[in-house]
């Protein structure tokens, strides 16, 4: 029984820091682009809904992309409080089950401004929101294994991202098949970037079990895998804008996968060394050419040349 002490003493709350931290600002980058690549290929004009793009950013980085960081983190509490203490939770400063209870907070968050965006956003914050829970928590916890746990990343971070953006853009309808194809390649490739992620963890992975791609191959064999990954759709991506008739977009692509290669070749050379090296590099091309290909889409939705 409580001591009349104990009933007088404050309830313990987070930080409003210490929830931002559970967020990570730093990995919502990747879906905010591939949001902005869907509203550049919709070929509507920005500027008169930016209103609604500056919404759509916030759901694509903040609300979706955050929660997935704040579901990870509470799933993973036991194994940080052994690897990384000092996180959010395991540290304490995100008390009991405060971080439960922000992870579904900013998930309804989420599905609530989706909802408000039109049926085909909110379809896709809703596949969102589910793979955010599969990958991080039981049962499914597809990130035991990086076949599984990489593909609903990518399609998450990627994809999805991509046909929202386009989706906000024409009021919330289903976006031109020519957008889907692309958004599904890059997100195809993204699972090849994923896994080089996934080399900082390598020796941790192999001790707490988890199935990561560089723990099931071996470093050679796992880079070698991650650069045909990202490699391919992007062939398939140049095929398409050949086809489409639109050789500028096209060449860029192109331009931008052979710098890419050129990197792939140094990274083969040490992949535990230089896997960071070629995520701030490599991956850095990758998304030029989402944008070119957008701006591919952009072109033959409007009309122009």
Not at 70 to 77: A, G, L
Not at 230 to 259: G, H, K, N, Y
């Given at each position: 029984?409580?001591?009349?002490?104990?009933?007088?003493?404050?309830r313990q709350r987070p930080s409003p820091a210490a929830l931002?931290?559970?967020?990570?600002p730093v990995t919502w980058f990747p879906p905010m682009w591939?949001?902005?690549?869907?509203?550049?290929?919709?070929?509507?004009?920005?500027?008169?809904?930016?209103?609604?793009?500056?919404?759509?950013?916030?759901?694509?980085?903040?609300?979706?992309?955050?929660?997935?960081?704040?579901?990870?983190?509470?799933?993973?509490?036991?194994?940080?409080?052994?690897?990384?203490?000092?996180?959010?939770?395991?540290?304490?400063?995100?008390?009991?089950?405060?971080?439960?209870?922000?992870?579904?907070?900013?998930?309804?968050?989420a599905l609530l401004v989706g909802f408000l965006l039109g049926?085909?956003?909110?379809?896709?914050?809703?596949?969102?929101?589910?793979?955010?829970?599969?990958?991080?928590?039981?049962?499914?916890?597809?990130?035991?294994?990086?076949?599984?746990?990489?593909?609903?990343?990518?399609?998450?971070?990627?994809?999805?991202?991509?046909?929202?953006?386009?989706?906000?853009?024409?009021?919330?309808?289903?976006?031109?098949?020519?957008?889907?194809?692309?958004?599904?390649?890059?997100?195809?490739?993204?699972?090849?970037?994923?896994?080089?992620?996934?080399?900082?963890?390598?020796?941790?992975?192999?001790?707490?079990?988890?199935?990561?791609?560089?723990?099931?191959?071996?470093?050679?064999?796992?880079?070698?895998?991650?650069?045909?990954?990202?490699?391919?759709?992007?062939?398939?991506?140049?095929?398409?804008?050949?086809?489409?008739?639109?050789?500028?977009?096209?060449?860029?692509?192109?331009?931008?996968?052979?710098?890419?290669?050129?990197?792939?070749?140094?990274?083969?050379?040490?992949?535990?060394?230089?896997?960071?090296?070629?995520?701030?590099?490599?991956?850095?091309?990758?998304?030029?050419?989402?944008?070119?290909?957008?701006?591919?889409?952009?072109?033959?939705?409007?009309?122009?040349?």
């Amino acid at each position: 029984m409580q001591t009349t002490a104990a009933l007088r003493e404050p309830r313990q709350r987070p930080s409003p820091a210490a929830l931002i931290e559970l967020l990570k600002p730093v990995t919502w980058f990747p879906p905010m682009w591939a949001f902005m690549c869907g509203v550049v290929s919709a070929g509507m004009p920005i500027l008169e809904q930016i209103g609604v793009v500056v919404l759509g950013v916030l759901l694509a980085g903040p609300l979706v992309c955050g929660a997935s960081q704040v579901i990870n983190d509470w799933c993973d509490r036991e194994v940080d409080a052994i690897n990384e203490p000092g996180r959010p939770i395991p540290s304490g400063r995100v008390p009991g089950r405060w971080g439960l209870y922000f992870a579904v907070a900013w998930s309804l968050l989420a599905l609530l401004v989706g909802f408000l965006l039109g049926p085909w956003v909110f379809g896709a914050t809703v596949v969102g929101m589910l793979l955010a829970w599969a990958y991080s928590a039981p049962p499914l916890r597809l990130k035991l294994n990086g076949w599984w746990g990489n593909a609903a990343v990518g399609l998450s971070y990627e994809g999805l991202a991509w046909v929202t953006g386009a989706a906000v853009m024409i009021g919330g309808a289903m976006p031109d098949v020519r957008i889907l194809m692309l958004a599904l390649l890059y997100s195809i490739g993204a699972h090849g970037i994923m896994t080089l992620n996934d080399f900082k963890a390598i020796d941790g992975d192999r001790q707490m079990g988890v199935r990561s791609i560089p723990a099931q191959l071996g470093p050679g064999r796992a880079a070698r895998l991650a650069c045909w990954t990202m490699a391919l759709p992007q062939v398939i991506v140049i095929a398409l804008l050949i086809a489409w008739d639109r050789w500028p977009f096209a060449l860029l692509v192109v331009a931008v996968l052979l710098a890419q290669l050129a990197a792939m070749r140094r990274l083969l050379t040490d992949p535990r060394r230089f896997a960071p090296w070629y995520n701030a590099t490599g991956v850095t091309l990758y998304v030029l050419g989402m944008l070119a290909s957008a701006f591919a889409v952009r072109s033959l939705v409007t009309g122009a040349v």
